[in-house]
């Protein structure tokens, strides 16, 4: 799995996730701490990554385009350390994989994660 990591959270998410063979990037990396969603939104579908970040505007995003990727990370956790966040992040990620390489958007929240397939289609 790729992951593009937003500027709403700690570059501490890429060393990790990169520390376990994950291929990940932060956007500052890349010269986009600045960037609008959209750029980072085209970025990671034109390279199949999954956006992880602490940004509801990726949500909004996708459910607009009504897109089936690039799946979507979402912190919404009390705890907003970076190391929290990457400790929950790699939990959830064995039971994510199938969701997201199919297009999903998934909220890890404190006690539980919930997990929404895309395309989001308004009703």
């Given at each position: 799995m790729k992951f593009l990591i937003d500027n709403a959270v700690s570059p501490?998410?890429?060393?990790?996730?990169a520390a376990k063979g994950y291929d990940a990037i932060h956007v500052r990396n890349l010269g986009m701490a600045a960037a609008p969603d959209e750029e980072i939104f085209e970025l990671a579908a034109q390279q199949d990554r999954i956006v992880v970040s602490a940004d509801t505007d990726f949500g909004t995003l996708l459910a607009f385009r009504q897109s089936?990727?690039?799946?979507?990370?979402?912190?919404?956790?009390t705890d907003k350390r970076p190391t929290s966040q990457l400790k929950a992040l790699l939990a959830y990620l064995p039971q994510l994989e199938n969701d997201l390489l199919l297009g999903c958007v998934a909220v890890i929240e404190d006690q539980r994660i919930r997990i929404r397939a895309l395309p989001i289609i308004k009703s």
């Amino acid at each position: 799995m790729k992951f593009l990591i937003d500027n709403a959270v700690s570059p501490t998410i890429e060393i990790g996730l990169a520390a376990k063979g994950y291929d990940a990037i932060h956007v500052r990396n890349l010269g986009m701490a600045a960037a609008p969603d959209e750029e980072i939104f085209e970025l990671a579908a034109q390279q199949d990554r999954i956006v992880v970040s602490a940004d509801t505007d990726f949500g909004t995003l996708l459910a607009f385009r009504q897109s089936a990727k690039p799946s979507f990370v979402l912190f919404r956790q009390t705890d907003k350390r970076p190391t929290s966040q990457l400790k929950a992040l790699l939990a959830y990620l064995p039971q994510l994989e199938n969701d997201l390489l199919l297009g999903c958007v998934a909220v890890i929240e404190d006690q539980r994660i919930r997990i929404r397939a895309l395309p989001i289609i308004k009703s």
